[in-house]
T-cell receptor, first 115, second 110 residues
Framework: DTEVTQTPKHLVMGMTNKKSLKCEQHMGHRAMYWYKQKAKKPPELMFVYSYEKLSINESVPSRFSPECPNSSLLNLHLHALQPEDSALYLC??????????????FGEGSRLTVL | GESVGLHLPTLSVQEGDNSIINCAYSNSASDYFIWYKQESGKGPQFIIDIRSNMDKRQGQRVTVLLNKTVKHLSLQIAATQPGDSAVYFCAERDDYKLSFGAGTTVTVRA
């Protein structure tokens, strides 16, 4: 099993809603990532978790709240979003350790539309 | 901040020809450079990587070249096929932070 599974694939929410994006991997990877991708742009790093602890937060607004309940799961909680937050949200995972390129395995993304 | 960028936003190539996609980087501390392919509606897919202490690495139909003197990275695709049509991103890794360049959209003409 070499997949990263993201749900939901599509999400439409209002600015006052609270929703969550979910990500799951069963490759035994101990690093997990959230990226945001706008149309025709490269993915932008939001958060990195290593061994279930938040290790990188790229100055992401607090209306995005990540959570890593265990080594296989990664959530992104959304609250009071703005229309400009509409984007494709990508989850990825990778092995950890020296000597590895840390190849990231990406899910297919959750396409979020904020009305 | 430091970033990775691609020279050309689009590339049109005849089926069967070789493709060369270029990228310039600026972070000398990066330990790995990686090429990803992203097809429409999908997440990025790993193609090939190269460690910073190497100049060249070959895979199946792909070759990555790294020129540290001029901070340049390239991806060569041999005998380009219709299935190679996608957006290609170079990326650099510094510790656990993977940063992507702007991307090149490759279109293969039949």
């Amino acid at each position: 099993d070499t997949e990263v599974t993201q749900t939901p694939k599509h999400l439409v929410m209002g600015m006052t809603n609270k929703k969550s994006l979910k990500c799951e991997q069963h490759m035994g990877h101990r690093a997990m990532y959230w990226y945001k991708q706008k149309a025709k742009k490269p993915p932008e790093l939001m958060f990195v978790y290593s061994y279930e602890k938040l290790s990188i937060n790229e100055s992401v607004p607090s209306r995005f709240s990540p959570e890593c309940p265990n080594s296989s799961l990664l959530n992104l909680h959304l609250h009071a979003l703005q229309p400009e937050d509409s984007a494709l949200y990508l989850c990825a995972s990778s092995q950890m350790g020296s000597g590895s390129s840390g190849e990231l395995f990406f899910g297919e993304g959750s396409r979020l539309t904020v009305l | 901040g430091e970033s990775v960028g691609l020279h050309l936003p689009t590339l049109s190539v005849q089926e069967g020809d070789n493709s060369i996609i270029n990228c310039a980087y600026s972070n000398s501390a990066s330990d790995y450079f990686i090429w990803y392919k992203q097809e429409s509606g999908k997440g990025p897919q790993f193609i090939i990587d190269i460690r910073s202490n190497m100049d060249k690495r070959q895979g199946q139909r792909v070759t990555v070249l790294l020129n540290k003197t001029v901070k340049h990275l390239s991806l060569q695709i041999a005998a380009t096929q219709p299935g190679d049509s996608a957006v290609y991103f170079c990326a650099e890794r510094d510790d656990y932070k993977l940063s992507f360049g702007a991307g090149t959209t490759v279109t293969v003409r039949a």
